[in-house]
């Protein structure tokens, strides 16, 4: 299907791997050029290297922090007028809520929930008055469904949601769109790095946790950031200009309900 975004400008933060990074692929093979991000040098490059080997797009890299204004300001000199902005970040480390003091409270919002809607505001104007925007936040499956131990994940992404849900309605009108992506376990770095820190607490190993926990999920697999990706993609298509502030799972059934 041709998406119909061919030449149209992202910015993808935090994306030279993992979930952003299938976000990234799957707007190059869409035809769109890319600003991707994220704080190690090394990986980022590697990453805009593959991309461009993959899809004849532009790809610039800018080595940030995106939680940071200084990380901010540096993605939108790279593309001050971006028609897609995917929201993405590092999430918060798992831990028992107990131990959160305020100061990583606060952090954990600022990177969830502060850091997306700060570069909604600062591009979503652009988009409204350019009369094309779409704009994905990578959230999570927890928002729906509480993960004992992400509870400052959850409660930072479900604030967001929140927070986006009036304002995606007040620029539909003018075909800018915002919805949610809200990944169950996908095979990423940091779902591999939560089985590693488990096998070294516990009795069973790194592949038998990750074969355990896959077959909990209706699926009997992770998910792969390149169906990430592409979903992502879609959302960002032209096709999907009818489709606003919601919020999308892509968890192979693993949340349990009907709605
Ligand atoms: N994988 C899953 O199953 C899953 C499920 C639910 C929610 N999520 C959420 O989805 C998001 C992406 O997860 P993932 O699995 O793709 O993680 P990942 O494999 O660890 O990748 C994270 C990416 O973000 C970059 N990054 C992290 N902090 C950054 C910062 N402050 N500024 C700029 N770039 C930053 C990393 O690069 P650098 O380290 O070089 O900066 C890397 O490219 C996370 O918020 C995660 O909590 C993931």
Do not use: W
């Amino acid at each position: 299907m041709d998406l119909g975004i061919r030449g149209r400008m992202a910015i993808v933060c935090a994306s030279s791997q993992g979930l952003g990074r299938g976000c990234a692929l799957g707007l190059a093979e869409a035809g769109v050029s890319l600003v991707i991000n994220g704080r190690n040098r090394a990986s980022l490059e590697r990453t805009a290297e593959e991309i461009r080997r993959a899809a004849p797009v532009e790809v610039t890299p800018v080595v940030a922090d995106v939680s940071t204004r200084e990380g901010q300001d540096a993605l939108l000199a790279a593309c001050p007028n971006p028609d897609i902005l995917v929201n993405n970040n590092g999430g918060p480390p798992f831990r028992d809520f107990r131990e959160l003091d305020r100061e990583s409270m606060l952090a954990g919002v600022t990177m969830n929930m502060v850091t997306p809607i700060e570069l909604i505001q600062r591009v979503i104007d652009g988009m409204a008055a350019r009369g094309f925007g779409r704009i994905v936040n990578i959230t999570s499956v927890s928002v729906k469904m509480p993960l004992s131990g992400l509870d400052l994940s959850s409660g930072a992404r479900a604030g967001l949601t929140a927070f986006v849900a009036g304002v995606a309605r007040s620029v539909a009108d003018k075909n800018v769109t915002i919805n949610n992506l809200l990944p169950g376990s996908f095979d990423t770095a940091r779902l591999r790095s939560g089985f590693i820190a488990a096998a070294k607490r516990g009795r069973f190993s790194e592949a038998e946790l990750a074969r355990r926990s896959a077959e909990e999920i209706p699926a009997k697999r992770f998910g792969t950031p390149a169906e990430f990706g592409q979903t992502c993609a879609f959302l960002c298509s032209v096709h999907a200009g009818y489709i606003t502030g919601q919020n999308i799972l892509l968890d192979g059934g693993a949340y349990p309900g009907a709605f």
